[in-house]
């Protein structure tokens, strides 16, 4: 669980780009740094040369991003979670004194380098191991990688407990949430509001969704996402991972957090106190806000992100989201109250789909129908370490896969 006031060990001083109080740069690891998140992130840096250093760098196999982005920044080590193209990785940076570690262990030996904070923006259950490594080494977690905490929430809690490691959400909700919390204590909070925008789908008849291309279901209205987070924004999956996700960050129960659809995406998130007020974080669509908040909390650095224009800002509109039209939501609320190992075999499902959706193997419909008959497939009580994490994940994959399989006559 999330302490808003306690969670980093930072001091207002050092996060100050002002102060000659602190003149070392922070080291910062990214671990995903040629996915969306990542390269944001990198942006964010280039902002404030003299106040953080790169430490380490990471992809799965965007090598020629990797090698660009090495060059620039001159971390003390990359890590290419493909194998046969960290060797060409290698070989391009031979002239350099950039090591370079292979494989998943790579990404996890990236990720224990000494850093001050480490962006984890590796997208999916591929992402759990290397933020765990980072974990151990006591290093302030910026968390945008919410699959993370869907599968092993309490697993990671209990990590950060003993490391003393803290932890900072970086999606837009969980750090509006995290922001409208500073200075609350958690007894005091009534629900969470999580908003979405509903994706590019949000007023199409349901009748039509078995038409829905891969094109139109990557053209997200408001964001600037990879792949699979667009795909997971289009079926409203990637509002029920950050349901079961919010649960973990903030210790709440699932009737705590409840979702609205918000189509402009201006408000990021609410939370509703005991007293009746509700406090909410307003701003432009940009995941550069939240992610430079992590990387410079607990102050706020000046930065040239676009301000919200209120004489164009004409409403603000809310709506309940269509359960019917998107199940995957209600899958999601359904993985939470289960526990267990659900909400690890709803993740996999859903990896799975959404990659076969991509690949044109079966349409937009069928994500929800082959995560719930995974999900009915595949159950088991609550695990306690990595490796039956891992046993579950790959189970739950063989199973989504073999569902999509045809019949046998």
Same mark, same amino acid.
């Given at each position: 669980?999330?302490?808003?006031?306690?969670?980093?060990?930072?001091?207002?001083? %050092?996060?100050?780009?002002?102060?000659?109080?602190?003149?070392?740069?922070?080291?910062?690891?990214?671990?995903?740094?040629? =996915?969306?998140?990542?390269?944001?992130? *990198?942006?964010?840096?280039?902002?404030?040369?003299?106040?953080?250093?790169?430490?380490?760098?990471?992809?799965?196999?965007?090598?020629?991003?990797?090698?660009?982005?090495?060059?620039?920044?001159?971390?003390?080590?990359?890590?290419?979670?493909?194998?046969?193209?960290?060797?060409?990785?290698?070989?391009?940076?031979?002239?350099? %004194?950039?090591?370079?570690?292979?494989?998943?262990?790579?990404?996890?030996?990236?990720?224990?380098?000494?850093?001050?904070?480490?962006?984890?923006?590796?997208?999916?259950?591929?992402? *759990?191991?290397?933020?765990?490594?980072?974990?151990?080494?006591?290093?302030?977690?910026?968390?945008?990688?919410?699959?993370?905490?869907?599968?092993?929430?309490?697993?990671?809690?209990?990590?950060?407990?003993?490391? =003393?490691?803290?932890?900072?959400?970086?999606?837009?909700?969980?750090?509006?949430?995290?922001?409208?919390?500073?200075?609350?204590?958690?007894?005091?909070?009534?629900?969470?509001?999580?908003?979405?925008?509903?994706?590019?789908?949000?007023?199409?008849?349901?009748?039509?969704?078995?038409?829905?291309?891969?094109?139109?279901?990557?053209?997200?209205?408001?964001?600037?996402?990879?792949?699979?987070?667009?795909?997971?924004?289009?079926?409203?999956?990637?509002?029920?991972?950050?349901?079961?996700?919010?649960?973990?960050?903030? %210790?709440?129960?699932?009737?705590?957090?409840?979702?609205?659809?918000?189509?402009?995406?201006?408000?990021?998130?609410?939370?509703?106190?005991?007293?009746?007020?509700?406090?909410?974080?307003?701003?432009?669509?940009?995941?550069?806000?939240?992610?430079?908040?992590?990387?410079?909390?607990?102050?706020?650095?000046?930065?040239?992100?676009?301000?919200?224009?209120?004489?164009?800002?004409?409403?603000?509109?809310?709506?309940?989201?269509?359960?019917?039209?998107?199940?995957?939501?209600?899958?999601?609320?359904?993985?939470?109250?289960?526990?267990?190992?659900?909400p690890a075999v709803l993740n996999a499902a859903n990896e799975v789909a959404v990659r076969l959706f991509l690949d044109g193997e079966i349409s937009f419909p069928a994500i929800p129908g082959l995560i719930e008959d995974t999900m009915e497939a595949v159950a088991g009580p609550a695990v306690s370490d990595l490796d039956a994490l891992?046993?579950?994940?790959?189970?739950?994959?063989?199973?989504?896969?073999?569902?999509?399989?045809?019949?046998?006559?």
């Amino acid at each position: 669980m999330i302490e808003p006031d306690k969670v980093s060990r930072l001091t207002a001083a %050092d996060a100050d780009p002002d102060s000659a109080s602190d003149p070392a740069p922070r080291r910062v690891t990214v671990l995903g740094a040629t =996915g969306s998140i990542g390269r944001q992130t *990198l942006e964010v840096l280039r902002l404030f040369p003299e106040r953080f250093r790169v430490q380490a760098l990471t992809c799965g196999s965007n090598i020629d991003l990797l090698v660009e982005q090495a060059r620039e920044f001159e971390p003390s080590c990359i890590a290419v979670g493909n194998r046969e193209r960290a060797d060409e990785c290698r070989s391009r940076l031979a002239d350099t %004194d950039i090591t370079v570690f292979a494989g998943p262990q790579g990404l996890c030996e990236a990720a224990s380098q000494p850093a001050d904070i480490v962006m984890a923006a590796i997208v999916g259950f591929a992402g *759990l191991a290397p933020v765990l490594a980072a974990i151990e080494t006591g290093a302030t977690i910026a968390l945008a990688n919410k699959e993370t905490m869907v599968v092993a929430g309490a697993l990671v809690n209990e990590a950060l407990e003993a490391s =003393g490691s803290t932890l900072i959400p970086v999606d837009s909700e969980h750090s509006a949430i995290f922001q409208c919390l500073a200075g609350e204590t958690m007894r005091s909070v009534e629900e969470v509001i999580l908003t979405a925008s509903g994706g590019p789908f949000r007023d199409r008849p349901a009748h039509t969704f078995a038409d829905i291309t891969r094109e139109e279901a990557l053209d997200h209205p408001n964001w600037d996402m990879g792949a699979k987070i667009t795909i997971d924004s289009a079926t409203l999956m990637n509002k029920g991972l950050e349901v079961i996700e919010a649960r973990w960050l903030f %210790d709440l129960a699932p009737e705590e957090i409840r979702v609205l659809v918000h189509s402009q995406s201006i408000v990021h998130s609410m939370v509703a106190f005991s007293d009746g007020s509700i406090k909410a974080e307003l701003g432009v669509p940009d995941m550069k806000v939240p992610i430079q908040y992590a990387l410079t909390y607990p102050d706020r650095w000046p930065a040239p992100y676009e301000r919200l224009d209120w004489t164009r800002t004409a409403s603000l509109d809310f709506e309940t989201p269509d359960t019917d039209r998107f199940p995957c939501l209600r899958l999601a609320y359904d993985a939470l109250k289960a526990g267990g190992t659900a909400p690890a075999v709803l993740n996999a499902a859903n990896e799975v789909a959404v990659r076969l959706f991509l690949d044109g193997e079966i349409s937009f419909p069928a994500i929800p129908g082959l995560i719930e008959d995974t999900m009915e497939a595949v159950a088991g009580p609550a695990v306690s370490d990595l490796d039956a994490l891992n046993q579950v994940d790959h189970e739950a994959r063989t199973v989504a896969k073999e569902l999509t399989l045809p019949a046998a006559d």
